[in-house]
């Protein structure tokens, strides 16, 4: 077996290109003068056809009609978080290689969570500090500082290519309600701008500049997001147009302190303690995300001239709404039909000032959905929420405890999807840490609702078996981030804590509800067509390089998607 996740990506990556039957995909004469890569946040595969009564015809239609659709594309890493899936799809290569395994994981040398794009040495241009109110997003809470950059990512972004083959006249955006959704796609060479919750408006860090531009005054002077106030979100279309119209209150969905389980959703004054974190509990966060991001475009001439530009928007509404209502509600089907009509608004703000016909489009999503367990409970599907706090006072983890003769010191910490042992207390005991690992890795696979665990030793030499869920665990692996163990939760089952806050819903798995995502390219001499076979993310970045002529991102390992290109077909 191969010793490294890295070393199999690097043979893979060879075998790729030796292939029989490789097309090598030209690139166009002239490239796009803007690629816009639109990310929608938990925007699982079907969603878009169970959702597309009422659609219209310049959103989602235009982009199924008018675009290359990879009709069964997922991710092919284990742990389905936002970081994780937004990185994957700039950088074309795993979290084992862009080094970004999760949401969260524990720093050892501090001795603390680590928040992924945090970065002291970058503190946001004016901005206050952490927002500690973000009770719908509480990984912002486990930061240590309010600097932001994207060091922490190991490899180049399609966007830092593209700076890098077309030179400083190339601009490069990332825009998003979430900080790791604008940073992980704007890349290095890029800027990002992201919302504040403690502060309502867009912010940046001073990686990336010293000072606001002035359109940024003029665009908070709009007084967009304090237009929401003492108002409601109500459903869009009539009645008769949605599928859980009859079922808008289920027990399962989290009654978030003044939103309600039921239309209409209030979002309450602009000075109220939620306001702003309401607004990224609906509609209104992707709203105001792309009327942002129009503005910049503007402001910035994205697209003016032969050189193409790059302008990521990623749009986190859904993933909100999908985890404090589900994916099957009222809600989230509401969202849809709005998004369609967003994504609208966008495509035909890029029409009129750069011209579709001069713009690559490209859709996806950084993760899937599971189902609420409430309502799989409905179908007769068995489904529950794993509580990591019980696993402790478990009869074979206390037998370990007094085997090794560490008592409570065995477990450190668990940060989904990673189990952290005292590896101090461990080596001062002299025990062997790969024996511990697999000791403690053996008693969790036998807890109800754990379907497999395996200690980072074991996925360091390569001694697991090859199968699909180990291939994706080692995708996620990576040797100084990566915790003990990784843990794979059944089918159905998840961990539903979101910092003392029960959600109805919570993605990182590695089962096909999690990875699948669409994956939709649209663009000038792309031919309109639906592709069935199976395509994974890491292929987005490879494709979108090679359509502009430039190289693939550093790390990248993915195939491309020669249905893209009219010569590969």
């Not at 609420?372 to 983890?397: C, S």
């Not at 952290?420 to 840490?433: R, S």
Request: one cysteine or more; charged letters at 20%.
């Amino acid at each position: 077996m191969l010793p490294s996740t890295i070393s199999r990506a690097l043979v893979g990556a060879s075998l790729m290109f030796c292939t029989p039957g490789w097309i090598w995909a030209e690139p166009r004469n002239e490239p796009p003068r803007l690629v816009l890569q639109i990310t929608v946040d938990q925007l699982r595969g079907d969603l878009i056809s169970r959702y597309g009564k009422g659609f219209g015809e310049g959103g989602f239609n235009y982009l199924l009609e008018n675009g290359v659709v990879f009709t069964n594309a997922h991710h092919r890493h284990a742990n389905t978080e936002t970081i994780v899936g937004h990185t994957t799809l700039a950088t074309g290569t795993d979290p084992a290689i862009h080094g970004m395994v999760a949401n969260l994981w524990f720093d050892r040398k501090t001795g603390t969570e680590f928040y992924n794009v945090q970065d002291a040495d970058f503190p946001l241009v004016g901005a206050e500090g952490v927002d500690q109110s973000a009770e719908v997003d509480p990984t912002q809470r486990a930061a240590t500082t309010d600097g932001r950059s994207p060091r922490n990512i190991l490899t180049s972004t399609i966007g830092d290519e593209i700076a890098l083959h077309f030179g400083p006249k190339a601009k490069i955006f990332g825009v998003s309600v979430k900080d790791r959704g604008a940073i992980s796609m704007a890349g290095h060479a890029g800027d990002a701008y992201w919302f504040s919750k403690s502060e309502g408006r867009f912010v940046t860090s001073t990686f990336y500049r010293q000072e606001y531009p002035a359109w940024m005054a003029d665009w908070e002077t709009k007084g967009l997001v304090a237009s929401y106030a003492d108002t409601d979100w109500t459903l869009l279309l009539d009645p008769k147009d949605y599928t859980f119209i009859d079922r808008d209150a289920q027990d399962w969905e989290t009654d978030f302190p003044g939103w309600g389980q039921i239309f209409p959703h209030s979002y309450g004054s602009a000075g109220s303690k939620y306001y702003t974190t309401l607004l990224t509990l609906s509609p209104a966060g992707d709203e105001i995300t792309v009327d942002f991001a129009k503005t910049l475009l503007d402001a910035e001439s994205l697209g003016q001239d032969s050189v193409p530009d790059y302008l990521s928007v990623s749009l986190s509404s859904t993933d909100y709404i999908g985890h404090i209502f589900g994916p099957s509600s009222l809600e989230a089907e509401d969202n849809l039909k709005r998004l369609d009509r967003t994504i609208a608004d966008l495509l035909a703000h890029v029409d009129a000032k750069v011209g579709l016909d001069n713009t690559l489009v490209v859709l996806s999503a950084d993760h899937g959905a599971p189902e609420a367990a409430g309502y799989l409970k409905t179908l007769g599907i068995e489904a529950q929420n794993f509580n990591f706090k019980t696993v402790n006072v478990q009869p074979g983890l206390a037998r370990l405890k007094e085997q090794f003769g560490l008592g409570e010191a065995l477990i450190d910490s668990f940060t989904n999807p990673y189990v952290y042992l005292n590896q101090d207390a461990i080596l001062e005991m002299g025990l062997d840490l790969a024996k511990v690992e697999a000791a403690v890795a053996e008693e969790l696979q036998k807890l109800p609702g754990i379907a497999y665990a395996v200690g980072s030793q074991a996925l360091r030499t390569g001694a697991v078996p090859d199968t699909q869920i180990t291939s994706a665990v080692l995708a996620n692996f990576h040797p100084d981030r990566s915790g003990d163990i990784y843990v794979v939760f059944e089918p159905h089952w998840f961990v539903a804590d979101f910092d003392g806050l029960s959600v109805a819903s919570a993605h990182g798995s590695p089962w096909a509800y999690d990875t699948f995502v669409p994956i939709v390219f649209v663009g000038p001499d792309i031919k309109p067509d639906q592709i069935a076979r199976k395509v994974h993310t890491v292929d987005v970045a490879p494709t979108i390089a090679a359509f502009l002529g430039t190289k693939s991102p550093s790390g990248a390992v993915g195939s491309l998607l020669v249905e893209v290109f009219d010569k590969g077909r």
